[in-house]
């Protein structure tokens, strides 16, 4: 967790994860020429929660003013700052395959923030080519040198079960400290290494359990 401002209490991950919601909303905002927004608005807008809204921006400082609201340029670049997103963060993808291919082209990872290097493999038939946004697939081997000459501070894990905590290690091991996993497996842990888990077996069962429970007659919230 990170903590706030005044030290004293810590901020949730939660918490953060809201701020990227509110960043967007802002986005859009901004982009529709919008100059200010109260929280209640923006709740209503975006389908959010006003009281928690306030709250959490609560927890990095006093951002709106009483009667007017939040001057929308404004906040967003306070959020961009508190996300970290005002600072270029290199990644580099391990696994040229069907889904690291598609992650290489996929526009959000190559703007506000962030910026893909590369991709690397162990099949040499894959060395040399480009995702059709022109990232290139290198050999795995060359992983700890893009590191260190490229900064990278972000690894992504698109690779099998098999190959995914050999994968982890070794990025651990060049240097990076933030890891995203698309692996379906769950890692032996590095001090230090924060690492975020996308696994969509996971997500679809729990709407599997959702559908099932109104099947069943049982209220969920």
């Given amino acids: 967790m990170a903590t ?3 030290g004293n209490e810590p901020i949730s991950e939660m918490t953060t994860g809201r701020l990227s919601v509110y960043l967007r909303c802002l986005t859009y905002l901004e982009s529709a020429n919008k100059l200010t927004v109260s929280s209640a608005e923006l709740a209503d807008r975006f389908h959010l929660n006003s009281a928690q809204i306030r709250k959490d921006l609560a927890c990095f400082g006093e951002f709106g003013t009483r009667g007017v609201g ?15 997103l005002d600072r270029m963060r290199k990644i580099l993808i391990v696994g040229a395959g069907n889904l690291g291919m598609a992650l290489a082209d996929y526009r959000g990872f190559n703007e506000r923030g962030f910026h893909i290097v590369g991709m ?11 995702s059709r946004s022109g990232i290139p697939v290198l050999p795995w081997d ?3 040198q893009l590191v ?6 972000i690894g992504i894990l698109a690779v099998g079960t098999d190959s995914a905590q050999d994968a982890y290690d070794g990025l651990v091991d060049a240097g990076v400290r933030a890891i995203l996993n698309f692996a379906p497996v769950q890692m032996r842990s590095h001090r230090g290494v ?8 996971i997500n679809l069962e729990s709407l ?3 559908l099932k429970s109104v099947e069943d007659g049982i209220a969920l919230e």
């Fill in 120 to 130: 690397v493999d162990i099949d040499p038939e894959k060395f040399g080519k480009t």
């Fill in 4 to 6: 706030r401002p005044n």
């Fill in 208 to 210: 599997s359990f959702y």
């Fill in 194 to 201: 924060k690492v975020r888990s996308v696994d969509l077996r």
């Fill in 142 to 144: 060359q992983m700890p």
């Fill in 70 to 84: 939040y001057n929308v340029a404004h906040l967003k670049d306070a959020l961009v700052h508190e996300l970290g």
């Fill in 148 to 153: 260190r000459r490229n900064d990278v501070e």
